[in-house]
């Protein structure tokens, strides 16, 4: 091959390859975002059951250190509280992209105490919103995800 079929080679292939590599770069700074936002944050909403009449009820989500472990796994420990019943859960998990936005993954989670779940949960800035189902039953759950308090600054 002469240098010009080369450099005419090179040529057709290198904005795909650089257009390859911004994607992938902000991949990597949407993930960085997710893992800096959700480490630390407390995940307050509600749940609704298929089927029940009655108000949503209140759960909560308070999660530790939140990374991405390899491809669309991640590492997620997370203190899981509704009613009277809390668990605290280390669990390695899916994070699925749409665009620009992660959804949460979980099938057939098994939550000690508390049973086996499997969820889809969309994060969009401050809020979550999502799918549920145990053995028996499912719903919808959404809610506002806060940040950790600051530490306070002693005086």
Sequence with gaps: ?????????LATFSPALTSQSA???EQRRLEALFAQQMSGCTMTGRFTVD???????????????????????????????????????????????AGET???QVSN??????GTYSARVLVDGERYAGTWSGKRHGGQMFGRIEA?????DPK
């Design 23 to 25: 994607q992938e770069a």
């Design 1 to 9: 091959m002469t240098r010009q079929q080369i450099a005419l080679v």
């Design 109 to 114: 989670l098994t939550v000690p105490t508390l």
């Design 51 to 97: 089927g029940d009449t009655a108000p949503a009820q209140p759960d909560r989500y308070t999660l530790g250190e939140v990374r991405k472990v390899r491809d669309e796994k991640w590492r997620v420990e997370a203190k899981i509280e509704y009613g009277d019943k809390s668990a605290t859960v280390p669990r390695t998990v899916d994070v699925l992209w």
């Design 148 to 152: 950790p308090a600051a530490p306070q």
């Design 102 to 104: 992660p959804m949460i």
